[in-house]
């Protein structure tokens, strides 16, 4: 199959990496800079050349804030038979645009990354697939990710968003949290460090990607549900209330089994 990837970010780049393996592809990204360590994949260097390129499929990896504009800027130049992917993080905007676009599609959310995820073993690791996306692209993708060992999960536009808020902003804030306390002054114990260490990964993200996740239309409720716990856990401390706290504690402990 002939692929081309926009954007050679962090996942771009290592799409066009996996896929180049058994299909021949090729990348597009406006910053030349980022093409150097990309051995075995062709190089478009205008829009135009795309459509020289005839891709069969066209993942889409910029940030979220230019996924459309940039399946817009390239839909010109490609074939009615070519299927477009996104792997945004969240899908806000993106069912509405695949409904009023001539394309067929295929929508993933890969929850794994660079920054955490050990690119080179991922059966630990998990990704979403749309249950909207068309049957063709769904299944190349299934047997991409069945052959890397990636747990496949399935979801609805409408349930995936919801979801991340939990996936995603709970963990996000709460290490923000303790960043946002975290002084030079400190004396690191092993859980401190520990928890600097989750916060420097995830600070060291794309402040975009970081933004995408935290805006999410239920990232709110999720954040409000950490300032409540931190409130009644304040008020049991305050209060020196060890029945209390043993009750919380139980109710943590039951929380992760």
């Known amino acids: 199959m002939r692929i081309a990837v926009l954007g050679t970010?962090?996942?771009?780049?290592?799409?066009?990496?996996?896929?180049?393996?058994?299909?021949?592809?090729?990348?597009?990204?406006t910053n030349p800079a980022k093409w150097h360590n990309?051995?075995?994949?062709?190089?478009?260097?205008?829009?135009?050349?795309?459509?020289?390129?005839?891709?069969?499929?066209?993942?889409?990896?910029?940030?979220?804030?230019?996924?459309?504009?940039?399946?817009?800027?390239?839909?010109?130049?490609?074939?009615?038979?070519?299927?477009?992917?996104?792997?945004?993080?969240?899908?806000?905007?993106m069912e509405e645009y695949y409904r009023t676009s001539p394309f067929r599609f295929v929508s993933l959310h890969?929850?794994?990354?660079?920054?955490?995820?050990?690119?080179?073993y991922l059966s630990e690791e998990a990704v979403i697939i749309m249950n909207e996306s068309d049957r063709e692209g769904a299944q190349f993708f299934t047997r991409l990710f069945e052959a890397l060992g990636v747990r496949i999960f399935w979801s609805d536009f409408a349930k995936h968003d919801e979801m991340m808020a939990?996936?995603?902003?709970l963990p996000f804030v709460s290490s923000m949290a303790f960043a946002a306390c975290v002084n030079g002054k400190?004396?690191?114990?092993?859980?401190?460090?520990?928890?600097?260490?989750?916060?420097?990964?995830?600070?060291?993200?794309?402040?975009?990607?970081?933004?995408?996740?935290?805006?999410?239309?239920?990232?709110?409720?999720?954040?409000?549900?950490?300032?409540?716990?931190l409130e009644h856990l304040k008020h049991i401390i305050k209060g020196r209330d060890y029945e209390e706290l043993e009750k919380f504690l139980n109710r943590l402990r039951d929380n992760l089994p």
Request: aromatic share 8%; proline share 4%.
């Open 186 to 229: 400190a004396v690191p114990g092993t859980t401190f460090a520990r928890h600097r260490s989750v916060a420097r990964g995830l600070l060291s993200e794309d402040d975009q990607l970081l933004a995408e996740i935290l805006f999410n239309c239920y990232s709110v409720a999720q954040v409000e549900q950490i300032t409540a716990r």
């Open 110 to 120: 890969p929850m794994f990354g660079p920054t955490f995820a050990d690119m080179a």
């Open 166 to 169: 939990y996936s995603l902003t």
């Open 38 to 93: 990309l051995e075995g994949v062709g190089v478009l260097t205008e829009l135009e050349h795309i459509g020289q390129f005839n891709p069969e499929l066209l993942i889409n990896a910029v940030s979220l804030q230019h996924t459309t504009t940039g399946f817009e800027q390239v839909a010109q130049y490609l074939s009615p038979d070519c299927i477009l992917c996104d792997i945004t993080s969240i899908k806000a905007g």
């Open 9 to 29: 970010g962090k996942m771009g780049s290592w799409f066009a990496r996996t896929v180049s393996a058994d299909n021949e592809t090729a990348v597009y990204d």
